[in-house]
């Protein structure tokens, strides 16, 4: 499975980005999905997860702020995030698992990160 992510940019505190990420390859082995970041100087985490049948997860710094979303049938995933703000500074990056289980680092498949870049 390959993933593509594309979205990220450079955007001003308060502003908004959507991030898409676009699977490829033997997605119908592709069960839980979710976004990850990782900042510079910090461990990569895991802010918002989406099973395979649409329950959602979200890390507590951003719920209220990220919306998951995906579309089975094309394969694709996406995370709109709105009221950015400097700490949502890092790079993001799609992943899927083969499991049922959202909440986990143990993915199977990661894209190459997109830059998200958030100035005050």
């Excluded at 676009?22 to 985490?45: I, L, Y």
């Excluded at 710094?61 to 949502?88: C, W």
């Excluded at 830059?115 to 005050?120: G, I, L, N, P, R």
Aim: aromatic fraction near 8%; hydrophobic fraction near 35%.
């Amino acid at each position: 499975v390959q993933l593509v992510e594309s979205g990220g940019g450079l955007v001003q505190a308060g502003g908004s980005l959507r991030l898409s990420c676009v699977a490829s390859g033997s997605t119908f082995s592709v069960n839980a999905m979710g976004w990850h970041r990782q900042a510079p100087g910090k461990e990569r985490e895991l802010v918002a997860g989406i099973s395979g049948r649409g329950d959602t997860w979200y890390a507590d710094s951003v719920k209220g702020r990220f919306t998951i979303s995906r579309d089975n049938a094309k394969d694709t995933m996406s995370l709109q995030m709105l009221s950015l703000s400097p700490e949502d500074t890092a790079m993001y990056y799609c992943a899927a698992r083969r499991g049922a289980l959202v909440v986990t680092n143990d993915y199977d498949y990661w894209g190459q990160g997109t830059q998200v870049t958030v100035s005050s």
